[in-house]
């Protein structure tokens, strides 16, 4: 399901109309974007040593959205550092998975779901 709606805001995004070749560019949701993008980084690391099996399922999910956007320039590197930030901060904390990790993975999915959806209801039209 979180797939479905990342993959709706992404398309949300691009029909919005957003500049997507300008150097400087800052879109009304990029704050969003940029959170989102740490999410799918900690979903990528917590996934795996929770035994998800999902392979590269969550940093997938990061590359469609920066297929979407094709951000260039700052852009792109603060969503990159983002995903990076989420995956790394996480990798330094856990090694295994623990009852705190699989609270932390519920949780991301459902404020993931929940910007997705956000972002697609108020930027989609």
């Not at 590197?77 to 623990?98: D, H, K, L, V």
Request: hydrophobic fraction near 45%; glycine fraction near 6%.
């Amino acid at each position: 399901m979180l797939r479905r709606v990342l993959i709706a805001a992404s398309l949300a995004i691009a029909i919005a109309g957003a500049p997507v070749r300008a150097e400087v560019v800052v879109a009304p949701f990029d704050a969003s974007l940029q959170r989102l993008a740490e999410i799918l980084g900690a979903l990528h690391y917590l996934r795996n040593i929770c035994g998800a099996n999902e392979g590269a399922k969550w940093r997938n999910e990061m590359q469609a959205i920066m297929d979407a956007e094709a951000p260039s320039g700052d852009r792109r590197a603060r969503m990159i550092a983002m995903f990076n930030r989420g995956y790394r901060g996480y990798q330094q904390t856990y090694r295994s998975c623990t009852p705190a990790a699989d609270l932390v993975i519920r949780r991301y999915l459902e404020e993931g779901s929940k910007i997705a959806r956000e972002m697609t209801a108020r930027y989609a039209n």
